[in-house]
Structure formats: structure tokens, C-alpha cells
């Protein structure tokens, strides 16, 4: 995140001009909301290959576990 994307989002917290004026407590919890959107959105982004691969096995123990249980079943 750099100066200008820190400036943007307190604009859209209700910041005048990314200077802090009096909006009170909203503001402040806007902005911080806005903040952590947007550092989610690029870990996640930054982190989707491994993600993904993560994915991918939890799916393939399911289907392992799955199978488990089927053939035990049907002993």
C-alpha cells in the first residue's frame, strides 16, 4: 500500500482531502475498516497459489477419509 492509496481511502472514509478533520469515532472505524479490506484483498491476492495448493489437499484428505469410511462400512 503507498501514500496515495492511504490518501484514497481516507477520502472515502469521510477525511477532507486525507487530512483528519472532525468525524469522530465513524471515521476513524470507516477508515480503519477500508484499511484492512483492502490489506486482505492483497494477502489474499499475493497468497493464491499456495492457497490454492492448500485447497487442493485438505480436498484430496477428504476424498482419502472418504473412502476410508466406505470400505469400513462395507466390511
Same mark, same amino acid.
Not at 472514509?13 to 483492502?38: C, I, P, Q, S, Y
Not at 492483497?42 to 490454492?52: D, F, G, S, T
Given at each position: 500500500? %503507498? $501514500?496515495?492509496?492511504? #490518501? $484514497?481511502?481516507a477520502r472515502e472514509?469521510?477525511?477532507?482531502?486525507?487530512?483528519?478533520?472532525? =468525524?469522530?469515532? @465513524?471515521?476513524?472505524? %470507516?477508515?480503519?475498516? +477500508? =484499511?484492512? /479490506?483492502?490489506e486482505r484483498e492483497? *494477502? *489474499?491476492?499475493?497468497? /493464491?497459489? @499456495? #492457497?490454492?495448493? =492448500? %485447497?487442493?489437499? *485438505?480436498?484430496? +484428505?477428504?476424498n482419502s477419509i472418504?473412502? =476410508? *469410511? $466406505? /470400505? $469400513?462400512? @462395507?466390511?
Open positions: 500500500m %503507498n $501514500r496515495e492509496d492511504i #490518501i $484514497r481511502m472514509a469521510g477525511f477532507a482531502d486525507g487530512v483528519v478533520d472532525v =468525524v469522530g469515532f @465513524e471515521g476513524f472505524a %470507516n477508515f480503519a475498516a +477500508l =484499511v484492512a /479490506a483492502h492483497r *494477502i *489474499i491476492a499475493a497468497n /493464491a497459489p @499456495e #492457497i490454492e495448493k =492448500v %485447497n487442493e489437499y *485438505i480436498k484430496a +484428505l477428504e472418504a473412502t =476410508v *469410511i $466406505r /470400505a $469400513r462400512e @462395507e466390511k
